[in-house]
């Protein structure tokens, strides 16, 4: 079963930066897709960013494009471990949450393998 673990969060001022970091473990392969998804108080989980493995495409939500980038470390792309960042430029108040990693087939809708969430917090 594959495995995700987020890391990265903390706390920043509006403005600042932060990577998050998804490392990915067990039968992890190429033709899945990695998304990043933001859960601020009282909300729903939203996606923010998406990597398809298999295309190379990536997506984001209105709220971040131009701000946030998602990336994998290519040197381990189809590995048995893989780690997709989530670089995070601009910082608003409004991106604080928490911010979760999951994977689903490129070729599914349905993301079904979650990591726990990393806290991230910008203060205005």
């Known amino acids: 079963q594959v495995q995700l673990v987020e890391s990265g969060g903390g706390l920043v001022q509006a403005g600042g930066s932060l990577r998050l970091s998804c490392a990915a473990s067990?039968?992890?392969?190429?033709?899945?897709?990695i998304g990043w998804f933001r859960q601020a108080p009282g909300q729903d989980r939203d996606i923010v960013a998406s990597l398809n493995f298999v295309s190379g495409s990536t997506t984001y939500s209105d709220s971040v494009k131009g701000r946030f980038t998602i990336a994998t470390d290519s040197a381990n792309t189809g590995s048995a471990k893989s780690t997709v960042f989530l670089q995070m430029n601009r910082l608003k108040p409004e991106d604080t949450g928490g911010y979760y990693c999951?994977?689903?087939?490129?070729?599914?809708?349905?993301?079904?393998?979650w990591g726990p969430g990393t806290q991230v917090t910008v203060s205005s």
């Open positions: 999951a994977g689903k087939s490129a070729f599914t809708r349905t993301y079904y393998f």
């Open positions: 067990g039968p992890f392969n190429s033709r899945y897709t």
